[in-house]
């Protein structure tokens, strides 16, 4: 396994399966094989607990089984073990297998850092960073319902720059952008 996955990446193996949780939880890793046929421990528990982990939620699962654990194999999958391969273990498979769910991996992470950019995009002012109007109605909508069911009172402060026209007639709107992030 070792030699056959070292042309996807680093491989580190660990029979250990507390040590493994140890490892995993670093948050490095992109690809976890896990064998549910451990000899001192439960692989679907392991697999179990690594998919709900935070830091390797994300991380791919790929089982190691039996042909014969058909049973063992089903739960493995409604768990959110992404792809498996049978024992006796094929080189090429391995690796193949391996590959799609690593390109599978960077699509999803990629989709998903896409997903934040936006949401960051869709409640803060480009220029100044701040939360934006729309932002701000939700928050502000919550802190008065829950000031109006007794919790912490609200105060707002709104602030207005007089005459900001003049400073972007004079100075041009990149001096007038200057103003409103150093305001």
Do not use: W
Request: aromatic content about 4%.
């Amino acid at each position: 396994i070792v030699a056959a996955l070292a042309e996807c990446g680093n491989v580190t193996v660990e029979s250990d399966v507390g040590r493994a949780q140890e490892l995993a939880n670093s948050g490095t890793y992109d690809l976890i094989i896990v064998s549910l046929r451990l000899k001192n421990a439960d692989g679907l528990r392991l697999c179990s607990h690594l998919r709900s982990s935070v830091p390797t939620r994300n991380a791919v699962l790929l089982a190691l089984v039996e042909a014969s654990d058909t049973a063992q194999l089903v739960r493995a999958l409604e768990m959110g073990v992404a792809d498996y391969v049978i024992r006796p273990i094929e080189r090429n498979e391995l690796v193949a297998r391996s590959r799609t769910q690593l390109r599978r991996k960077q699509y999803q992470d990629r989709l998903r850092q896409s997903y934040q950019m936006s949401v960051a995009l869709a409640v803060t002012d480009p220029l100044t960073g701040l939360h934006n109007r729309r932002s701000m109605e939700g928050h502000l909508d919550n802190l008065v319902a829950r000031a109006n069911a007794g919790g912490k009172p609200v105060s707002v402060m709104m602030l207005d720059i007089d005459h900001f026209k003049k400073i972007n007639d004079t100075y041009g709107h990149a001096g007038g952008d200057e103003v409103l992030k150093e305001f």
